[in-house]
């Protein structure tokens, strides 16, 4: 545990660079071996918005980095934060123990919150009117998004009292899960389910890009199901069933748009809706 944490203590920029292409590209791959949706759509068309955000939000948290490390320097060198108040803890539980809090105060908690607060919702709303969720999905996220998450893994590191090797690990296993849960891959129903007994699972999370409440309001997780399984907010539905997007804004042409994207959250308020028929999609099957 000890090598694994001075590896991320001082993680190279390439190293991470690397972990980010690998993950997309193998699950990029492995969607076209064992597809959940056959999307009718030119699979580098809809990636290239995506990998816009991507990009914002790697600018983003490079350029904030130092708030992380001040931070992460200064509970430490206070003995301040979660982990640093339970007497006793051995290595591996006070790394478990760290990542499990970054996934609650980093993840959990503001994706909770910007489905709840209505001008956030605006902004979070870019990531939901994906109407093909595959892997790239993952990192769909307006630059405003990208300032709301870092503030909150930035509190959550104040409180969890995490150092910068464990702030590293969560952010390294927060990428590949995301990109391991928007994958647009079928997995057999059995094996999803156990993972989401403990991991967000790529079923567990499709739900969660259902165009309709209350399963839009659900399955927050980004690693951990466990939130969603305490806190009262993991749902089911049928894979078969789902059908992504949001259904107060269904235009697939202005949502796959980056200028349209980019507007997305100064459009007027429309109130979701929680009943009804739920037609076929178009571009599933």
Known sequence: METILNYFENIPSLHRSLLLVSGITFFWLLEGAVPLFRFRYRKWRHALPNFFFTATTIVINFALAFLLLRTSDWVVANDFGIINWVPGLPLWAYVVLGVLLLDFFGAYLPHFVEHKVRPLWMIHLVHHTDHEVDTTTANRHHPLESFIRFFFTLVGVFVS????????????????ATQFSHANI?????????????????DMHKVHHHYRLPYTDSNYGNIFSIWDRLLG?????????????????????????LTGLLKQPFHKYRKPTFSGEEPDSPAQG
């Open 186 to 202: 079928r997995l057999p129903a059995r094996v999803d389910k156990a993972l989401s007994w403990v991991l967000v699972s790529p």
């Open 233 to 257: 907010t993991y749902m089911e539905l049928d894979r078969e069933a789902i059908v992504y997007g949001v259904d107060t804004f269904p235009d697939p042409v202005v949502n796959a748009s």
């Open 161 to 176: 009292g995490t150092p910068i090797a464990i702030v590293m690990l969560y952010q390294s296993l927060s990428l590949l």
